[in-house]
């Protein structure tokens, strides 16, 4: 198990009807936030090695198999030489099993336990700090948004394992057992 990796992968939608977040305001003042009605999006599919500090990232017109099949090969390009890669993901149709490759095999989590995958602590971030209360005038510029706050989460080399560790998700945890 020495050279076994626990990666966790998921996928969120960007786009023109985003989210609206809470913002700073005076108090007494109801703070202005856009909320667009267009329906452009994308995806990011993300995926997290807290234990190698390493990430990958991809951006979408759509997801499904070919998609994630993509963004498995590009994790499998991250994986070091030598090391095998357990990525963890729900339940959703995409991620089929015959989609594992050499190095890297999909574990798939219980039905509606979302909480149990820490990539969705990094969306929240994402669309907290840059992808919410924003317009968009079209694809191109979603797209580039996405690529942006993905880019940006990188930058900052210790939120990785700060964010996406969990006690119970440890290659040690399993040694002993």
């Not at 993300?46 to 498995?72: I, R, T, W």
């Not at 798939?108 to 990539?119: G, R």
Request: charged share 20%; aromatic share 12%; hydrophobic share 40%.
């Amino acid at each position: 198990l020495e050279d076994v990796d626990i990666w966790f992968q998921d996928e969120t939608r960007v786009g023109q009807q985003g989210g609206i977040t809470r913002v700073w305001a005076l108090t007494g003042t109801r703070p202005f936030a856009i909320r667009q009605q267009q329906f452009n999006y994308s995806y990011i599919f993300g995926a997290v090695c807290p234990a190698q500090n390493s990430a990958v990232g991809l951006v979408f017109p759509y997801v499904n198999k070919d998609a994630m099949k993509l963004h498995l090969e590009a994790i499998s390009s991250q994986v070091p030489e030598g090391r095998h890669a357990f990525v963890v993901v729900d339940g959703a149709s995409w991620h089929q099993e015959d989609l594992n490759l050499s190095n890297v095999t999909l574990l798939k989590l219980p039905p509606y336990s979302p909480q149990l995958n820490p990539v969705e602590r990094i969306w929240e971030w994402l669309k907290q700090k840059w992808l919410s209360n924003r317009s968009y005038k079209n694809y191109k510029e979603i797209v580039d948004a996405c690529c942006e706050a993905w880019n940006k989460f990188l930058t900052e080399p210790s939120i990785i394992p700060k964010m996406c560790s969990r006690q119970w998700a440890s290659i040690e945890k399993l040694k002993t057992k």
